[in-house]
């Protein structure tokens, strides 16, 4: 058979997820998934919808809808779910992105390829030398706004009152904020939903949540961005959150605590596992986030990744301008920050023997 992928794909660069090796166990800290299981209740929830399953699930997600509104003093028609915050995203840049997509030059992986696969002009908007975002450099005119806050690698985070300032001075473009990161000490902008009918929030279950697996995100705004996203999943895939995903969410949702509990630990752990890194040394970048984004003099970022990797310690390289110097770690429990922090410390030992 002849090639049949259209000419226009056939230079698209797809993301690169970080690894899920089968080969063996490795202490996984390269993909910001979440140490601790999911709720109690959800793995019920999920068995008593398996018995459904022929069954369609409900397209409009309304009990789940509900649920996310309840918790987050919204409305039904404010909330948009979808499988997965990846597929929102990449609906958002579709519905919105027309005029091109401004985002930092060091962001999520993922703009830049959905503006790639759709053909949307992408503005990369450099960081500053120390990795935040300037917030003027999006007062300016352009096209529509996404803003990962707390930001991925990184982990900096803006405060509200900035983002804020962002949505004034765009009252035309859509600012989306991607709070995938945000229960990790961030400052979510959906108190600001009911203000601004340019703001778009979008959130995850799985990092706070504790469920990746299940592909779960969603979005807040007002109806009209919210009807825009519905239009687009009702001309695609209209019960793209299949039933056990949605009971899970209901259940992991009715275990708020359990989760908000978590994050406090994964917070706690975070703060240590910073002192302990800077104490072998490394910069570490101040992080709102479930990861660490850190480097260290005298050993390459990829270096130490490779080392790491063959002490059974996962963590994610980008091989990128600005940032290859760097690792990023997600916190997982103590005992595998412990690990990490074992093998880093027999790493540099063996690096200094070999360079007396
Ligand atoms: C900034 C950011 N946004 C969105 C996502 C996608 O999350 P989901 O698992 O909901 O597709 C990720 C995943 O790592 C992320 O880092």
């Given at each position: 058979m002849s090639r049949v992928l259209d000419e226009k794909y056939q230079a698209l660069q797809a993301y690169t997820p970080g690894e899920q090796p089968q080969d063996m166990q490795y202490v996984k800290l390269n993909t910001n998934e979440n140490p601790y299981p999911p709720a109690p209740g959800v793995a019920e929830a999920v068995a008593a919808e398996a018995g459904r399953l022929h069954l369609y699930c409900d397209p409009q997600a309304a009990a789940l809808r509900d649920a996310i509104a309840g918790l987050y003093c919204v409305?039904?028609?404010?909330v948009y779910a979808a499988n997965g915050s990846d597929d929102i995203l990449y609906f958002a840049f579709m519905a919105f992105g027309g005029d091109g997509v401004r985002f930092p030059?060091?962001?999520?992986?993922?703009y830049q390829v959905f503006c790639d696969l759709l053909g949307a002009r992408a503005e990369r908007i450099p960081l500053k030398e120390d990795f935040t975002v300037d917030p003027a450099d999006y007062m300016?005119?352009?096209?529509m706004v996404v803003l990962a806050n707390p930001n991925a690698p990184t982990g900096m985070a803006l405060p509200r009152e900035s983002i804020e300032g962002i949505l004034r001075a765009n009252p035309d473009r859509v600012v989306l904020v991607d709070?995938?990161?945000?229960?990790?000490g961030g400052e979510s902008c959906v108190p600001l939903v009911e203000r601004y009918e340019n703001l778009l929030v979008v959130q995850t279950f799985s990092k706070s949540r504790n469920?990746?697996?299940?592909r779960l995100g969603f979005a807040i705004g007002q109806p009209p961005l919210i009807d825009d996203l519905n239009r687009i999943k009702f001309s695609t895939n209209?019960?793209?959150?299949n039933r056990m995903t949605q009971a899970a969410g209901i259940a992991a949702l009715r275990a708020n605590d359990y989760a908000m509990d978590n994050c406090r630990r994964i917070v706690e752990t975070r703060a240590q596992t910073a002192r302990r890194l800077s104490a072998l040394g490394f910069e570490v970048l101040p992080s709102r986030a479930n990861f660490l984004f850190a480097r260290r003099d005298q050993i390459g970022g990829g270096e130490l990744y490779r080392s790491l990797k063959a002490r059974g310690v996962l963590v994610r390289h980008f091989d990128a301008p600005r940032i290859s110097d760097f690792n990023r770690i997600t916190i997982g429990t103590p005992g595998q920050m412990d690990a990490l922090i074992d093998a880093i410390t027999a790493i540099l030992e063996e690096q200094s023997h070999a360079n007396r």
């Open positions: 409305k039904r028609e404010n030059d060091i962001t999520y992986g993922f300016v005119p352009g096209g709070e995938a990161y945000v229960d990790f469920m990746a697996g299940a209209p019960s793209d959150v």
